[in-house]
């Protein structure tokens, strides 16, 4: 019998979606009946920041990066987006330029109403729907990938800084192009019913990446491109002052020698997929998109948002790395594990955790899961906070998560393998006073 060990890996979270925007190679927006005017000025924020950037700011956006709308979502935002162009006449760039690359889901909330909006339907698609975004064929995925360059490229065509003309002068701007052929969202109706329309989203990026990986390259966060990030990740940054010394197993050396050994694990790389809409609303809606970016965590850093909270999974049996944007988040953090945690190490917290390890700690013999204890109101405390959720003991003692599991290879063969660790997420405040700004 042979024994497979999954990699332990170390994933750095710098959020920079705040201001650059230059790690996000994707924006989900799902249809959600309570999303406000905050979802939506977000989705255009991202929009206007990765698509049609400021000319005087910069050239040419940063990266590719695609926009999705779930089913519904779509003619909610176009219906908002019409109500406000003659008060805000840089929306009427909408005029010309598709609100989104594709719309994909059951369109079981896309009702006849809606049946006029400005979208396409590949002529490969059954009446009935495609089964799977697995039978979406590649020629309509390079037909989103086309469309989304070409809108850069039309957009950059512009002579003007249309994000700041005059309804005046975007009167004249549209007179002038009447008659061009105008882009079109691609609509994408999956009728499977296993999948959520949040899933069916996700996927599709996941594809559009697979199909054209040059054009997708993954931008590092900014603590890894420097010596100085680098060594703020070894050492775990400066104390906030006011942060306070009475917690948990708060120790110098302890959380440093955690920072340092995380260091030594390669970062992994990977794409970071924006999503708003998931939270705020019906509970079962928000229990359901975390569970989906928990599925989808080994593939993709998939981020929830809204006016309040950033939430992000951490990484299983491994290392997360997180650097607080001070200028965007806030001390207040949270740390909640869907099952009970065997093992668990943290630094740069007022309330860290140190169990299962073998060491002496104050947190020890914390049940840490649902029906005992969640590390909720948690405080920062440093400027890099280290979560280790690697299963070191508990392997070999057979029991719970991070237990051992003997399964059938593809060749029959008995194979050895262990168990994650429970899903664990990490979610930080977002603060109020930076959010969405009005283009």
């Not at 049609?52 to 979502?73: E, I, N």
């Not at 306070?244 to 110098?252: C, L, V």
């Not at 290392?319 to 200028?327: D, G, I, K, L, S």
């Amino acid at each position: 019998m042979s024994r497979a060990i999954r990699k332990v890996c170390r994933k750095v979270v710098q959020h920079d979606f705040y201001d650059t925007g230059e790690q996000v190679s994707g924006v989900v927006l799902l249809n959600s009946p309570s999303n406000t005017h905050w979802e939506y000025e977000e989705y255009l924020r991202l929009l206007f920041l990765k698509r049609f950037p400021q000319k005087w700011k910069r050239s040419q956006p940063t990266g590719q990066c695609y926009f999705v709308c779930a089913d519904g979502a779509y003619p909610r935002l176009r219906a908002y987006v019409e109500e406000r162009q003659q008060h805000q006449p840089h929306l009427l760039l909408f005029r010309l330029f598709p609100l989104c690359d594709a719309v994909i889901g059951d369109m079981d909330s896309y009702t006849s109403v809606h049946a006029n909006d400005d979208i396409e339907t590949p002529v490969s698609a059954p009446t009935d729907g495609y089964a799977t975004v697995k039978e979406i064929p590649s020629a309509v995925l390079d037909t989103i990938h086309e469309r989304c360059r070409s809108v850069v490229a039309e957009f950059l065509t512009l002579g003007e800084d249309v994000t700041k003309a005059s309804l005046a002068d975007w009167e004249k701007i549209l007179e002038k192009r009447r008659g061009e052929p105008s882009l079109s969202p691609v609509r994408l109706h999956v009728r499977c019913q296993m999948s959520t329309d949040f899933m069916k989203a996700l996927l599709l990026l996941g594809r559009l990446r697979e199909q054209h990986p040059h054009d997708n390259d993954v931008a590092l966060p900014p603590v890894l491109r420097h010596p100085e990030g680098l060594k703020l990740l070894q050492t775990g940054g400066c104390i906030d002052p006011n942060a306070g010394n009475k917690g948990s197993d708060i120790d110098i050396d302890r959380e440093r020698n955690l920072c340092a050994d995380a260091s030594l694990v390669e970062s992994l790389k990977l794409p970071t997929y924006l999503v708003i809409g998931a939270l705020g609303g019906r509970f079962d809606h928000e229990m359901g998109a975390i569970s989906v970016m928990f599925s989808l965590s080994s593939v993709a850093h998939v981020v929830l948002t809204d006016s309040n909270n950033t939430i992000f999974a951490c990484q299983p049996n491994g290392w997360t790395q997180f650097v607080r944007q001070p200028e965007h988040e806030g001390v207040m953090c949270g740390l909640i594990n869907y099952g009970t945690l065997k093992e668990c190490e943290t630094s740069g917290l007022l309330w860290n955790v140190v169990i299962g390890r073998g060491k002496q700690s104050e947190t020890e013999d914390l049940v840490l899961g649902f029906g005992n204890l969640i590390s909720v109101c948690n405080v920062f405390r440093h400027e890099v906070v280290t979560i280790d959720l690697r299963c070191l003991y508990h392997n070999q003692q057979n029991r719970g998560y991070g237990s051992t599991t003997i399964v059938e290879d593809a060749d029959n063969t008995m194979v050895e393998t262990e168990e994650d660790c429970p899903p664990t997420l990490f979610s930080i405040q977002r603060c109020n006073r930076n959010s969405v700004k009005r283009i």
